[in-house]
């Protein structure tokens, strides 16, 4: 099967998600600092600095916006400020929860959460946290295990089967990545097309 194509451009950045554009589909990343969003953003787009990358955790604040044409369906996807960051400040922190939950919770044309765990050492305790609350809120959610090449071959059955395990999910159900060897973009790419194109429910 020929890779699916894709378009991605820059929309915008935003602080408060009441400002959010208009959408007609969108898709979320979520995850903590540093396990990978703005690279797999990038790595999806085909593009080397879309969204920006950090070796510095905490370095994405904003929601950035990015509208995206894919095989299959178009709409935005959604790069979240990562959480988890050690250094931030309680109220750093706060805030942060505050505006993810209420984008979370009222974005209409949101039509999945593509959720990162690191691949190496995840879930985390905020990780499992995450996702029960956002299976609790029902809002559509995928694993997405990241940096698939730090695991090693001999490692990986055991890892995939904790990690799946660990964020209560069926391994069959974890999607695996590597932005920097582009393992399991393409299928992702694919998967994203078919979010882009879903009906609202209800
Ligand atoms: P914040 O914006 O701070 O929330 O982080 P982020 O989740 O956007 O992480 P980012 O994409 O900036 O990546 C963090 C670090 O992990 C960078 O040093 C990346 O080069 C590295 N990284 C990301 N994806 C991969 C991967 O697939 N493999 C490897 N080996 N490193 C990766
Ligand atoms: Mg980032």
Same mark, same amino acid.
């Given at each position: ?7 991605? $451009? ?58 995206? $044409? ?31 939950? !209420? ?94 194109? $879903?009906?609202? !429910?209800?």
């Amino acid at each position: 099967m020929a890779a699916p194509s894709i378009s991605m $451009t820059f929309r915008m950045s935003v602080e408060d998600p009441d400002l959010m554009p208009y959408s007609h589909a969108e898709v979320a990343v979520i995850g903590r600092s540093n396990v990978g969003k703005s690279s797999l953003v990038n790595a999806v787009a085909r593009q080397r600095e879309l969204a920006r990358t950090s070796k510095t955790p905490g370095r994405t604040q904003l929601l950035n916006v990015f509208d995206v $044409t894919v095989q299959g369906g178009s709409g935005t996807m959604v790069d979240l400020p990562g959480y988890g960051y050690a250094k931030a400040s309680r109220s750093a922190r706060d805030r942060w929860q505050e505006r993810m939950e !209420q984008y979370l919770l009222d974005r209409e044309p949101l039509r999945m959460v593509m959720a990162l765990v690191d691949g190496e050492v995840g879930p985390t305790r905020l990780d499992v946290a995450t996702l029960r609350w956002l299976r609790y809120n029902e809002i559509p959610v995928t694993v997405v295990a990241t940096k698939h090449d730090k695991v090693k071959a001999t490692a990986r059955p055991k890892r995939k089967r904790e990690l799946a395990e660990g964020a209560e999910v069926e391994q069959g159900d974890v999607v695996w990545v590597s932005a920097t060897k582009n393992v399991g973009i393409d299928r992702l790419r694919g998967m994203i097309g078919g979010w882009l194109t $879903t009906a609202p !429910q209800g």
